[in-house]
T-cell receptor, first 114, second 114 residues
């Protein structure tokens, strides 16, 4: 099925460990995004990529890095995980940057940092 | 500052009751408005969207929303909810240009009792 695929779906990390969340889309979208979802706070933008080769900070970029590997893939890396990064992470894509058409979301990664 | 505010954080209804979820936005310039739904354990899906024209927008599964420009509101309605409507609902606002980031509200959890 066409869409946005995220891996892994669940992950438990110890404080200080690193990991990379993977995201791939097969809709030939130009723009991709990483959000975190926390109770009572909705979705907050971590990083985004307008197009292949470009990345920019969103609202809450501290503690994260991203790579737009190619047009399909946009990964999110936690270099040294902290309990405050316990959250559900969503990757999304859109045809154009912040485009009129809305976003297509992945299924999410539930990350727990202990 | 750009913001989206959803009035109700948690709504509990019985089946067949009518639903109205409030959403107010603050966004400079021409705004596009969206409602997304997240069923338990699933990713966000687009429910409906407003770009221009008729302020009453009809979406999937019998949902509709009304854009009231003077009130900066985009409330979601459904005449008769079903148990399967149990989900979290997010209102979002975005600009019509490529610089207009999509801003999400805090989300409203709807629980429908059979």
């Amino acid at each position: 099925n066409a869409g946005v695929t995220q891996t892994p779906k669940f992950q438990v990390l110890k404080t200080g460990q690193s990991m990379t969340l993977q995201c791939a889309q097969d809709m030939n979208h130009n723009s991709m995004y990483w959000y975190r979802q926390d109770p009572g706070m909705g979705l907050r933008l971590i990083y985004y990529s307008a197009s292949e080769g470009t990345t920019d900070k969103g609202e809450v970029p501290n503690g994260y890095n991203v790579s737009r590997l190619n047009k399909r893939e946009f990964s999110l890396r936690l270099e040294s995980a902290a309990p405050s990064q316990t959250s559900v992470y969503f990757c999304a894509s859109s045809e154009r940057l912040f485009g009129n058409y809305g976003y297509t979301f992945g299924s999410g990664t539930r990350l727990t940092v202990v | 500052a750009q913001s989206v505010s959803q009035h109700n954080h948690h709504v509990i209804l019985s089946e067949a009751a009518s639903l109205e979820l409030g959403c107010n936005y603050s966004y400079g310039g021409t705004v596009n408005l969206f409602w997304y739904v997240q069923y338990p354990g699933q990713h966000l899906q687009l429910l409906l969207k407003y770009f221009s024209g008729d302020p009453l927008v009809k979406g999937i599964k019998g949902f509709e929303a009304e854009f009231i420009k003077s009130k900066f509101s985009f409330n979601l309605r459904k005449p008769s909810v079903q148990w399967s409507d149990t989900a979290e609902y997010f209102c979002a606002a975005g600009g019509s240009s490529n610089t207009g980031k999509l801003i999400f509200g805090q989300g409203t959890t709807l629980q429908v009792k059979p």
